[in-house]
């Protein structure tokens, strides 16, 4: 029997059912149509404070704090796909999206400081970015993107590619379904990210 596909999805935005919920759910959605395990954590019900910088994680491989984050790093480190939406504020990822990624400090002391794997061995995973914003300048996605690629490569997931609706000005809760194929394309990018083996 072929091994089971974990997929994560984290929901980055403070608005519920807006547009990145929107298209993570169908992200998810086109996942599970291919037989993977889906699962949802939305960030702004969750208590994940700012990392502390206390750089205990340097000597311990593990965040101190004892908050939501120690669930999320076991979901992170169970799935075999990950995927992440946030919109734009102010030029980046939110602050419930950067929260998160901050406390992966704790695993990126644990892959380059102690050298032991991130998110422990025997998974190749893969991760997907989804992104709108309102405005519609250029260079839009450029610091969400390096901040992004910034984590995955930190705990060894795969780039598997992102959904981002540049000049689409999705501004408004729901303007996604506007848009002429978003939903579409997000459905098909959950199908491949399951489908696709993850670089070695
Ligand atoms: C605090 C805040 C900051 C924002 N900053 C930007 C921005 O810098 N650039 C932009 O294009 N849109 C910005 N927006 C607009 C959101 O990206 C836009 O409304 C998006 O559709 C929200 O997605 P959501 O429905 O998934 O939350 C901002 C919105 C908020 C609330």
Redesign the pocket.
Known sequence: MEKEIRVLGIAG???RG????LLLAEVMRGAASKGAKVKTIVLSELNIAPCQHCDVCLKKGRCKVDDDMQMVYKELAAADRIVLAS?????SVTAQAKAMIDRCQALWARKYVLKIPPLGGGRQRKGLFIS??????AN?FEPALATIKALFNTLDIAYGGDLLFARAR????G?ILKHPDALHQAFLAGQKLVEETPPQ
């Open positions: 935005s403070p608005r807006g547009n990145t919920d919109p734009i504020h102010f030029m709108v914003g309102g405005r519609g300048v839009l999705v501004d408004g809760r303007d």
